[in-house]
């Protein structure tokens, strides 16, 4: 049987504290929206970037199965230690979920290696996600696509490496198309970066919102395996025949 | 017609000035003996890391469609922001192809977002490689598969993302497999890693070897298209009926 | 020097012949629009359903290195033996290009293998491809996006396996998105299939549709390689010490 | 909770009834041994190719979440109208998971599309497979690699569709490599393919071997969404505004 997963739900809180429209959305913040919505066999916690060590200290990384990351004006705030610890944690096999504005939090970047830059336009318009991967477990349960009446425009050319599965795109009213969730395997780790969620609307009360993030939370739990080893030279497990001079 | 592809062969250059029996086998260094074994409508120059900026300079690089490293003792004095530039290059459009111990440069990893560790050993054992890609065009008149008769051991997990193609996978007397030729697109970029090439074996004087760097050149030149755009806000391209509120 | 590829275009050529709008359109066959449309070093040929074979005798087939097809109400009427054979010379490196509604022919779902079903809508909407592999060949010379005025809509899901690079994304003005450009390989071949070319609208009169068309040739020339050879048991390249009981 | 997974083992069954020494290994068939072997919450089934419907009745299907599979001799012999009735259920939601020499089985070949051709010889030689995806599902619990002291040997090139993860790389004492662990993504299903399984060897009473297979039934079993709808046209979810002509 499947043991709990212990989820951290890290979010910069920012907008929640400074901007009314904001706060009346998320009162308890996204962080609190999310940790209250997610379904399923969870420990949940949550970190913001005010806390000592970003509220993400060894020991709290220690015991996270799935980290959520929500950034966006704060990108810069986050200390680089705190950056390659986290992302040193996905590579030995915690779960990583980015949303939204986070595709350009520093530990994602780190992570995809590319500039993860994309066309954007704020104007409230409608988007609708459409299922590309019916057989994926992170599109459980959900329909052949679900709608979001308000949200910030994110289109294509995303700047990310090929996806290994990407599990919806998105059209959106003014014109654009994006690959709105996209899988990546990384070391024993596994990321999932899912567009939706600017502070400006409802989208973390949605209900396909929070089931697509339930289910990338089971889908990114680590695999229980021994950890990687590398970085020493390995003996030979058959005879080696011939000698070079 | 395609353009004649401007290649820039670039070699830590560090092994062949301290060791005699590597001196031997490459007097001209690794990149000389790369730059007279490449076969198609190149222009090639070296560089090298005690040149000044190593023989990158910006204006070097605007003239690179393709650049070829290898590294290996001195990664740490390839300067951060020489390995920021070429980055940079790499997802706006120039192909890079990283040889064997450059699968830990600066560089590379960059790009890569990963540990990009491995399991080696070097005795010196029998290396062969299969091809794994038929259609592929960096297999193109490479037989089935074929040997190196001496080589370094480099042996699975090998820390990268998943590739988008894998080309060949070795063999290795000793009892291990690695993922030998691997494609990834990053950006407007193609990069591919080749695992042969230790500096104590004549690996870079073999015809398939050659042939394979060769067809990699090819493969990875840019496309011609404009330049991505991102960082601004685009306009809408289609009317928006409904406002948030 | 890359030799002048020879290129067969292969047309159902129902529609032109009892369609009096759409042989307005295409007087010639869209095999003869796309025929005079191509821009490469081609040697371009034509065959029909009507013909002997379906012009797809197996002189023909082995003087073709890249097969284009366009078929759409008379997917049955291709018998089986020739798709067998068509089939068969994709694994062995004939390059194939499967346009608009030949998802559904018989030598497509053959090679794979789903149902390769979609959504669809002949309203004659907008659509826009979004370019979402641009360091893609295929994706050369064209800008970000382009748009047909009036298409037929193909929507997601479209039952295909992962593509191995998706290089166009469609938006339609209805609401839908398509993957519109979709690599794959197969054998010692390669299949590129692309949306649009609806029989009722000017699509392959399109000078962004015909450079797609003419980069996807390119694309899909067979790489020069003895052919793949099976079936057989082969001899161990290496000492086997221990046997079974 | 996840609810307990009904599995169908089938097996040809035919070298257990006519050679003593596989009867000997296999007293039970080798759908009998894996049967006995598999770990986890499974409603197990075992079905044969001389049952009436070979066993896989619309009922048995239609209750089926996960299909194994192990033929060799009679590929042959199994009925296209079955062979055709697997492959809708899989493009429906229902796992296969194909083993050994099941690579030619029909249904196989049927859903990759391509010969599904390979190297082969069989002189009971060791293989060594290495985990080459440590995050996947299907890694779970499994050391960096395992041996099996004797198999047949399979090489490459074979001649699948590019998996969409190849979790395992096999290496063999003869000097082969192969893609032993390949998970394919089509409609709505799952499939896996799992390269040792020789009737002349113990291999489906090993720890690893019966671990592996268990993570790839619970891999593959069908997500919970409605089923995919397709085949008629489907009204705009959005006005169109322009018309053609």
Not at 97 to 114: D, N, P
Not at 134 to 157: K, R, V
Request: aromatic share 12%.
């Amino acid at each position: 049987m499947k043991p709990t997963i212990r989820v951290t739900i890290w979010n910069e809180y920012r907008h929640e504290t400074t901007k009314p429209n904001v706060q009346e959305l998320y009162p308890q913040g996204m962080h609190g929206a999310i940790a209250a919505g997610l379904i399923g066999d969870f420990a949940i916690r949550t970190a913001t970037l005010e806390e000592p060590e970003h509220g993400l200290s060894e020991v709290v990384l220690a015991e996270t199965d799935v980290l959520i990351w929500w950034g966006h004006v704060a990108h810069k705030e986050v200390s680089d230690a705190i950056v390659d610890r986290v992302a040193s944690r996905v590579l030995q096999g915690m779960g990583l979920i980015a949303l939204h504005s986070s595709h350009y939090a520093k530990v994602f970047r780190k992570l995809m290696g590319t500039s993860c830059s994309l066309l954007y336009r704020d104007e409230g318009e409608k988007e609708r996600l459409w299922v590309t991967a019916p057989s994926h477990p992170i599109a459980e349960g959900i329909p052949p696509y679900f709608e979001l009446a308000h949200e910030e425009m994110y289109g294509e050319f995303f700047d990310i490496p090929s996806p290994d599965e990407v599990v919806f795109t998105s059209w959106f009213e003014g014109g654009n198309v994006f690959r709105s969730g996209c899988c990546f395997h990384r070391g024993q780790g596994k990321i999932f970066y899912f567009r939706p969620g600017h502070e400006l609307y409802p989208t973390y009360h949605d209900t396909n919102v929070l089931r697509v993030i339930s289910n990338a939370v089971r889908w990114a739990a680590p695999v229980q395996r021994e950890p990687l080893r590398f970085g020493k030279s390995v003996p030979a497990l058959e005879p080696i025949r011939a000698m070079y001079k």
